[in-house]
């Protein structure tokens, strides 16, 4: 196996460079203010070899002959026992100080899909959601009730305490302060001052696109949410069509960023119905979509593979953890814009 790394590299470049081979598998961690001056070389040393790790697990489930899904489920596993990553055990915090995990997973050949939301004890939700796409007559499950299920179905599960992270639960408490401050600088006004997600957060989102042997394509996404969410928030990850679409007839889709935005813009079937009806091609349709998100106010990118292997990483951020595999093993990484 071949594995190319781009720590920094212009889109135009890496558009060349992945035109080279045929793209089987793609993914992403999550979508920021990832800037490489802020970054250690320890730090994006590490992120770039558990992305390596999630690419090559991929490639050889595909090698092996098994499915998208199997390829889909078995790479965002590497990515959610990451604590690098807002999914699985790199989860964030929510205001109660809690983890709170969504997963979705759609398999282009039937669009069957599957989802979890709000679950707090399953080790790895990506293999929950596709547990209720194959196991269920239901497309997602949320809280006490997706676990009881996860628990029928034999999947592993943990205490809560296995997602907590140093790093995690530090960006949850200085949020807090920030709260506390605005409350205490305000205290004279009539109404409280809603204070939106900072816009310098890195989202750690996972997700993965594959296309297998047989032709056929699947999606995932799996998420920990938003720093210091509240009230049971869900954002797009684990809402088939906002943040995870597949379609044997056009494309796989992931997405990852502000999810309220993507939910509005149903952004990962936009790129399906671009595609479709507009004709667009891979780039266009998730280009497009970006921007769009972008006027709405909204920040984050998706990865999209086409039915032929090609594949398209947009984002309006200043960078986004994502790789791409080809069908010759050939692995690309990258990070910055």
């Not at 007559?137 to 809560?160: I, N, R, W």
């Not at 935005?261 to 952004?267: D, H, L, S, Y």
């Amino acid at each position: 196996m071949m594995i190319t790394l781009f720590a920094s590299m212009l889109p135009s470049e890496a558009s060349a460079q992945q035109k080279v081979d045929k793209v089987v598998l793609a993914i992403h961690g999550g979508a920021g203010t990832i800037l490489k001056s802020k970054m250690t070389p320890e730090k994006e040393e590490a992120y770039i070899a558990v992305l390596t790790k999630a690419l090559q697990t991929g490639y050889e489930t595909l090698q092996a002959g098994k499915s998208s899904l199997d390829a889909v489920e078995q790479t965002i596993h590497v990515l959610e026992d990451s604590p690098l990553f807002n999914a699985g055990k790199g989860a964030v915090f929510t205001h109660n100080g809690k983890n709170e995990l969504d997963a979705s997973i759609v398999d282009g050949r039937t669009l069957e899909a599957g989802a979890v939301a709000g679950v707090t004890v399953v080790r790895n939700p990506i293999s929950a959601a596709r547990a209720v796409m194959e196991k269920s007559e239901h497309v997602m499950l949320v809280g006490k009730g997706a676990e009881d299920f996860a628990k029928a179905q034999g999947l592993q599960l943990v205490t809560p305490d296995y997602f907590w992270t140093q790093e995690r639960w530090d960006a949850l408490q200085n949020l807090l302060k920030r709260e506390n401050d605005k409350v205490e600088l305000d205290h004279d006004a009539e109404t409280t001052i809603v204070d939106k997600r900072p816009k310098d957060e890195k989202f750690g989102t996972v997700g993965c696109v594959a296309l297998d042997q047989q032709g056929n394509l699947a999606a995932g996404t799996s998420t920990g949410g938003m720093t210091n969410k509240k009230y049971g928030r869900v954002g797009d990850s684990p809402i088939i069509g906002a943040g995870t679409y597949a379609n044997n007839a056009n494309v796989a889709v992931s997405c990852t960023g502000w999810g309220e935005f993507f939910i509005r813009a149903m952004a990962a079937y936009d790129v399906a119905a671009r595609m479709q009806y507009q004709g667009s091609t891979v780039e266009q349709a998730a280009q497009g979509v970006i921007d769009q998100i972008g006027k709405m106010g909204g920040d984050g990118g998706l990865i999209a593979l086409d039915k032929d292997g090609r594949v398209a990483m947009p984002f309006n951020t200043e960078g986004m953890y994502r790789g791409t595999v080809s069908e010759k093993g050939e692995i690309n990484v990258e990070i910055y814009r």
